[in-house]
């Protein structure tokens, strides 16, 4: 059985320097032999790979613990120094403590009564949990300033701190041995006005004289192919430093000459550096035979890859798929679709009960190429048996209450889905399975939104949640129906889009009649039990609108009044009796009259949808919108709906007048430019002659194209797909199509007409100091009629700019997030409503300052007054 | 109207795609090596009296040595497939000389230089269609790119601020604004900023490598302009900037030439004896100063006149008769092809070379074997030296990315490798100016074809009918000077002067 999960508290952290006792006390052994093994492939006693450090061959058992590899974590061993080495990562420190503190005597260089003035600033800091650094380095500033001695007298010399381990005082060097001593002087009442604490961190300790040799576990050698051992960089190191260390000792021990004594030392120093450190400016970095520099303990943690970075905050995971998606509108809003393949590997864990065994048994019994069959069978024991066609049968018999099965993926299984970036909560959403060929995973489009998803290569995550409670999790947090509303701004994230739009649109529009046969036809995929009265009888034949028809996917209490997308924003609203029947009134789940847009169904707009979740819950409008996406799929394929090149086309006679307006803008331009030329321009208040004339041309000319855009919007009229879609919202716009059919206007930088280029000119094609339209970056032409070689060009000025946009603001928002996040991943509502920090510092005594919660606000604002009132007084419809 | 896609198809063949990278290489293999050895000249030693003579360079054509050491000629097909690098032998002529004696002379083998597939060394220079069939080739195959360990590479084209060039600009001093003047002067792989300054009292200042900030008229007056009006009339003869010239005059330093020295000796050699601070100021002034004037006592008044235009440029910006110069203007960019790039990387590989060749001559004779010219080249270090930044793309000078593997995922895109253009740029900045796409690119960069993402606007294409120019060599500048001369132009005190600007 697993071991029993009991969760413990860690009670505090402390952070010390590691004393020579300590580093003593927690080995297992003294290492002195640089030899690893022995010629019969045997580890040697007291060398770097003796057995006690633990265990990484499999089968063997460790000599100090006990265990068998995997399960032993290893245990320190020690080497001796035959001489003190700094460590570099403190040789900052320890120049502040040298020049900070007498040479003689070793106490801190202030006067006692400074002393206690700084200790005392310092306690009141610590008392109040604040960061006292900066007393610190004003301890360490003013103690260096003093001269001589304020304790006994002895005049002060001049440390200097050769990068980076060698200590000179003047012209006369120390050596390591010469700094240990001199901090081991330092009295522990003056290490506090140091910020050190004495119990763990005394300053001789950063003075090497006994290294920790790590486990082996945490350096195992690997066997090649060939047979070979090949060991880890850091056992190198340490073989390194174990050598140099005994030939230091032999030749001192032999009386060697200073100068021999010394270069060893330095030896000695640099092996040790290099272990601890391999990127130390100044120090030529140790090698591999191969010439590859070795990866010591600091470059294990440093960096992207490195241990915090790379193993900890960003961890590889199991059970989790990845391949491209692709839109598949016959699924639920809630599910996902999953290939066979991936469904066939990943895998739920079943607890075996007396309840269950026939199950479990049935899907050992189908075994790992059966679909829903079971991958693997954990006995109680903890051992873990593959199902292979052999075993099944027999694992089948001997399953038994206790034993954990590992079942394949399947239907109705939640799964958490994800697609990168993940910048909000929605980014991870739980959907329920459905196994389906072929290879890549299926969403219904209207979770496009949440995910920022779309189908040009996409590709997403999947994992799946191996206990209970991670699946329960997933069920009530993270379920696609819970997250319908975004907190972002209290509206639905999930909607219509594109296509459910215009057919919904094209549905709903007018008063479009269907016959009983074209009506059965599109509510097919309801979960109808009956039609409502027809509105029509003709010929004794039965029609119903298209209003009435999408009617049925409403819940039968909703009331409703709001102006759609395609409202033209008239002055008086003359509310039911609009003309573009661009009013919208649903009295008890019956859309009276208006049009269905984006403004209704659609993501982030829609306010239908937005009503549903917020009066009837997530179930119903999950059900909502499954049932209004299929009606629409059904409606855009009853209309039928497409987009050519002849959408574009304009009659000649518009094409007269666009090229007439364009022509009276340019005039006008001209005129302007004349103007400005001849200093009769008037300059626009805090704007110089210049900007004037820049500015109005920009606005003659933005004021042509959309004249011309008008034009070209008249002619096509609103049965034109283009004008369909911008007007209803479902994609494009209407400059859009003025681009294509009409002129595509003014191309910028920055704001600004094109100006750049050679002296005076954009390009050689006009005349030095034009200032014209067509000179500056006007594009008369519409995309259809075609560009000119110029004005190709001047548009592709212009786009670039847009690209650079893109890709320069992704990598900005990108590190934006990542601040934002750092600072705020610890805030927490708490139950008391106020907002606190992980220390529990009150951030805010009510969240936001008003205690909304604006997944469930109305669009931000906490109530909406009006539709309450509405609601009470007359029930929707009619409520004034 | 004239057909004009029919011109246009008659111009752009498909030998027109790399073109420019094989007339760059080919450029490189007649002149450019011999260009190298000609700035070594010799090899000096050590050993008393002697040196080594380079003399004239030869390139053979590709080969391959078997293990056996069998040699015979390689086609590029035979290098893909078998791993290989497409390279030939480079010999150079030379000859010890000791004691005005020539002990030893011969055309010795210096190492191997890979070949650009289709270049003039090429094995398929000049085959036929069905003759490159033969040899395993596709035909349509542009070339100009090498093959190196079986791999294709392909040398990027790179774009660069023009050098030798002077630009204006605004910067920053501590919430100033003030003009400068730059050049990036280059000569021979050398590359020194010169910056002309004018700080907020209108007093010039100069920054070039090893000095930082001169005033300026001290520093023309060690070039060798001693009077003021001689250093007036080297800047302009503009009334307004004349009145900046002498508030730069009244604030001078120094009132000779030899205190110009001296002081300039006190930044460079500070705490040093008089004598040794003069030789090392005239040596940084000939050596670091506008190194592309030349590094001769000669050139120094050149220099100084050239200053004087940097002055100018500067008083000119400040007084608004000129804006600042547009860096991203494609006049003021140059493109750096693989011939320029194989150049630098052998100049670098050479030197080597020599430095190994002193050492092994000195070896020999330290232990009193004959010197031999055979002994002394060690190939493999050239050869080691070219191979590697070409496999890697660790370009001379810490540019990475100089050699990429030739993308080959279809023909279209193999073609637009050839032809890319990278800016050395970095691409983490947003340097929003320098990927516009700039109206000067028109007709010589492609306007559509960029990267989206990082790299976007910074890697470009040529631009299909793009004519690359190439720079001329300085005897073809030194027949332009005279004819010059011939008309009329007087040239500035002191002989050959001005005339290199």
Redesign the interface.
């Known amino acids: 059985m697993p071991i029993p999960l009991t969760p413990k508290r860690i009670e505090s952290i402390k952070f010390g320097i590691l004393s020579p006792r300590e580093i003593r006390r927690m080995s297992v052994t003294k290492i002195i032999t640089a030899d690893t093994y022995d010629d019969d492939g045997f580890p040697i006693e007291m060398g770097l790979m003796d057995p006690r450090l633990g265990v990484i061959d499999p089968g063997l058992r460790c000599k100090t613990c006990g265990q068998k590899a995997g399960e032993c974590p290893g245990h320190f061993g020690h080497i001796e120094l035959a001489a003190p080495v700094i460590h570099v990562g403190y040789a900052k420190v320890i120049k502040k403590l040298l020049e900070s503190t007498c040479r003689k005597c070793g106490r801190l260089n202030l006067r006692e009564e400074e002393k206690k003035r700084f200790l005392e600033q310092i306690r009141t800091r610590k008392e109040m949990d604040l960061p006292y650094d900066d007393i610190i380095n004003r301890v360490f500033k003013e103690a260096k300033k003093e001269k001589v001695c304020v304790h006994c007298g002895e005049e002060q010399k001049e440390i200097i701190l050769e990068k980076p381990t060698t200590f000179y005082e003047g012209e006369h060097r120390l050596t390591p041995t010469d700094v240990r001593e001199r901090l081991e002087r330092i009295p522990d009442d003056d290490l506090e006005v140091i910020g050190m604490d004495p119990e763990n961190a005394r300053p001789e300790w950063m003075v090497l004289t006994v290294l920790p040799v790590p486990p082996v576990t945490m350096r195992p050698s690997i066997t090649l192919e060939s047979g070979q051992r090949s060991e880890d960089d850091l056992t190198h190191k340490l073989v390194d430093i174990i050598r140099i260390n005994q030939r230091f000792q032999e030749n001192r021990e032999a009386g060697a000459p200073q100068l021999i004594i010394e270069d060893l030392w330095e030896l000695l120093q640099y092996h040790v550096t290099t272990y601890l450190d391999n990127e130390v400016s100044g120090v030529p970095p140790a090698r591999h035979r191969s010439g590859r520099p070795l990866k010591t303990l600091a470059q294990r943690l440093k960096g992207k890859e490195g241990r915090f970075r790379g193993s900890l905050s960003g961890k590889r995971v199991n059970f989790s798929a990845r391949t491209v998606i692709s839109p598949d509108p016959c699924l639920r809003i809630s599910e996902v679709g999953v290939p066979l393949e991936v469904a066939k590997e990943l895998t739920v864990p079943i607890y075996v009960t007396p309840r269950n065994i026939d199950e479990c048994r049935e899907y050992v019994r189908r075994g790992p190429d059966n679909h829903p069959g079971a991958n693997y069978v954990k006995r109680p024991d903890g051992r873990r048996v593959k199902i292979t066609e052999n075993n099944k049968e027999e694992l089948a018999e001997m399953l038994a209450p206790g034993w954990i099965v590992e079942r394949q993926l399947k239907d109705g299984d939640i799964v958490l889905f994800n697609r990168q970036p993940s910048l909000h909560r929605m980014s991870i959403m739980a959907h329920e399975v459905r196994v389906l060929p072929y290879k890549t995973f299926r969403l219904n489009p209207t979770v496009c939104p949440p995910y920022n998803a779309d189908f040009d290569g996409d590709e997403m995550n999947l994992h799946v949640p191996q206990t209970e409670e991670a699946r329960a999790e997933a069920r009530i947090l993270m379920h696609i129906q819970e997250n319908i509303l975004s907190p972002r701004f209290g509206g639905p994230i999930i909607g219509g889009i594109h296509d459910y739009i215009t057919g919904l649109y094209l549905l709903t529009r007018k008063n479009i009649l269907f016959s009983e046969e074209e009506t059965m036809e599109l509510v097919r995929n309801l979960d109808l039990r009956a039609l409502p009265d027809p509105c029509e009888i003709k010929n004794g034949r039965r029609y119903w609108s298209g209003k009435q028809i999408f009617s049925l996917t409403l819940p039968k209490e909703l009331n409703l009044r709001y102006q759609a997308e395609i409202c033209r924003g008239c002055e008086i609203c003359k509310e039911e009796n609009c003309e573009y029947d661009a009013f919208v009134v649903i009295k008890d789940g019956e859309l009276i009259c208006g049009t269905i847009d984006e403004k209704g169904i659609g993501a982030f707009k829609g306010k239908i949808l937005d009503a549903i979740v917020k009066k009837f819950g997530s179930e119903v409008a999950s059900k909502f919108l499954d049932d209004v996406t299929r009606l629409a799929i059904r409606s855009i394929m009853h209309f039928g709906f497409s987009f050519g090149i002849d959408d574009e086309d304009i009659p000649r006679e518009a094409r007269r007048q666009i090229a007439d307006v364009i022509k009276k803008a340019e005039e006008r331009v001209a005129r302007l430019i004349e103007a400005y030329v001849n200093g009769e321009l008037e300059p626009l208040p805090g704007r110089t002659i210049e900007e004037t004339v820049e500015l109005k041309i920009m606005q003659e000319l933005a004021k042509a194209r959309d004249m011309a855009g008008e034009i070209a919007g008249r002619y096509l009229g609103p049965d034109n797909s283009a004008v369909v879609m911008a007007v209803s919202g479902a994609r494009g716009s209407m400059l859009n199509l003025t681009q294509m059919a009409a002129c595509v206007g003014q191309q910028s930088?920055?704001g600004e007409r094109?100006n750049?280029?050679?002296h005076g000119r954009?390009?050689?094609h006009f005349k030095i100091g034009d200032l014209g339209a067509r000179a500056r970056g006007f594009v008369s032409r519409s995309y259809k009629d075609g560009l000119s070689p110029t004005e190709?060009?001047f548009h592709?000025?212009g786009g670039?700019?847009g690209?650079?946009d893109?890709?320069?603001r992704t990598?900005q928002s990108g590190y934006l997030q990542r601040r934002l996040i750092n600072a705020l991943q610890d805030l927490e509502v708490k139950y008391d409503g106020t907002v606190r920090d992980a220390r529990g510092t009150i951030v805010q005594f009510v969240y936001g300052e008003d205690g909304i919660d604006p997944a469930r606000s109305d669009y931000g604002k906490s109530i909406n007054v009006k539709e309450i009132v509405s609601e009470i007084l007359g029930e929707g419809g009619d409520g004034k | 109207m004239l057909d004009r896609r029919a011109l246009s198809k008659a111009y752009f063949t498909k030998e027109k795609i790399a073109q420019h990278h094989i007339e760059s290489f080919n450029e490189f293999l007649e002149r450019g090596l011999q260009k190298v050895i000609d700035e070594q000249k010799r090899i000096e030693t050590d050993i008393p009296d002697t040196y080594v003579e380079l003399g004239k360079i030869y390139v053979g054509n590709p080969t391959v040595v078997e293990a056996d050491g069998l040699e015979a000629p390689i086609y590029p097909n035979e290098a893909r497939l078998r791993n290989l690098t497409y390279k030939s032998f480079l010999y150079l002529e030379m000859a010890i000389i000791q004691n005005d004696e020539e002990i030893d002379r011969k055309v010795a083998n210096i190492g191997q230089l890979p070949i650009m597939v289709k270049s003039k060394k090429c094995n398929l220079y000049g085959l036929s269609d069905e003759e490159l069939i033969e040899k395993g080739e596709d035909p349509t195959d542009p070339g100009g790119y090498f093959i190196i360990n079986g791999s294709e590479r392909v040398l990027m084209t790179l774009e660069d601020l023009a050098p030798n060039k002077i630009f204006v600009e605004y910067e920053e001093r501590y919430g100033d604004k003030i003009e400068v003047a730059k050049v990036f002067s280059q000569r021979r792989g050398y590359r020194a900023l010169v910056v002309v300054e004018r700080n907020k009292n209108s007093i010039l200042e100069v920054s070039f490598p090893s000095v930082n900030k001169v005033n300026y008229v001290t520093l023309v007056r060690a070039l060798g302009l001693e009077y003021d009006q001689e250093i007036v009339e080297s800047v302009s003869d503009d009334p307004e900037i004349v009145k900046f010239m002498l508030e730069n005059l009244e604030e001078a330093e120094v009132e000779t030439t030899e205190e110009a020295i001296d002081e300039i000796g006190k930044k460079v050699a500070a705490g040093q004896a008089k004598e040794y601070r003069r030789k090392r100021a005239l040596y940084v002034l000939d050596k670091y100063l506008l190194p592309h004037l030349g590094d001769e006592e000669e050139d120094r008044l050149a220099k100084a006149h050239f200053l004087g235009r940097m002055a100018e440029a500067c008083f000119e910006l400040a007084l608004g008769r000129r804006g600042e110069d547009d860096k991203d203007h494609y006049a003021n960019k140059r493109l750096k092809l693989a011939g320029d790039l194989m150049e630098d990387l052998f100049r670098v590989a050479f030197s080597r070379l020599a430095r190994d060749i002193k050492y092994q001559l000195e070896r020999a004779s330290m232990r009193h074997r004959e010197l031999n010219i055979n002994t002394a080249i060690r190939s493999d270090v050239l050869t080691e030296r070219i191979i590697h930044p070409l496999a890697t793309g660790n370009w001379v000078g810490g540019r990475t990315g100089v050699s990429q593997l030739l993308d080959t995922t279809d023909y279209v895109s193999t073609l637009s490798h050839l032809r890319r253009v990278i800016s050395p740029l970095s691409r983490s900045q947003p340097h929003f100016e320098a990927r516009d796409l700039h109206a000067t690119q028109w007709g010589r960069i492609c306007p559509s074809e960029t990267p989206e993402g990082p790299n976007c606007g910074l890697v470009k294409n040529l631009a299909q009918m793009v004519e690359l120019s190439i720079g001329l060599e300085e005897n073809e500048v030194e027949n332009i000077r005279r004819e010059l001369l011939n008309l009329g132009m007087n040239p500035i005190r002191g002989g050959a002067i001005g005339w290199k600007l």
């Open positions: 930088v920055r094109i750049r280029g050679y954009t390009l050689p190709f060009f592709a000025i670039r700019e690209l650079v893109t890709a320069v990598s």
